[in-house]
């Protein structure tokens, strides 16, 4: 098993910043890819970006050149830094880890980032 624990969200007006954290903790060990999504009032969760314990990255179309996601295998947390922040990045966002060895998805409680114009 693999536990999260989110940290950082909260309300910020347009064109600022956020920084979420994520530190997982149990079998990290079998952990390959961490990363965010974000769900909003009424639709579906979707990737905001990933990356993989060797570095490699993927981001949504949205997000790219705003967010930047980075990870410290040492300390298996990893983070977003969101930038440039939009109305329409208001959603709970969730960091998601993908294990090997089986293969499991794990899931954090969510933190609300809320945007105002």
């Known amino acids: 098993q693999v536990q999260l624990v989110e940290s950082g969200g909260g309300l910020v007006q347009a064109g600022g910043s956020l920084r979420l954290s994520c530190a997982a903790s149990?079998?990290?060990?079998?952990?390959?890819?961490m990363g965010w999504y974000c769900q909003a009032p009424g639709k579906q969760r979707e990737l905001v970006a990933r990356?993989?314990?060797?570095?490699?990255?993927n981001y949504a179309d949205s997000v790219k050149g705003r967010f930047i996601i980075s990870r410290d295998n040492v300390k298996n947390t990893v983070y977003l830094q969101m930038n440039s922040l939009k109305p329409e990045d208001t959603a709970v966002y969730y960091c998601?880890?993908?294990?090997?060895?089986?293969?499991?998805?794990?899931w954090g409680q969510g933190t609300q980032v809320t945007v105002s114009s």
């Open positions: 990356i993989s314990r060797g570095g490699s990255t």
């Open positions: 149990g079998s990290t060990f079998r952990v390959n890819y």
């Open positions: 998601n880890a993908e294990a090997i060895g089986p293969t499991g998805y794990y």
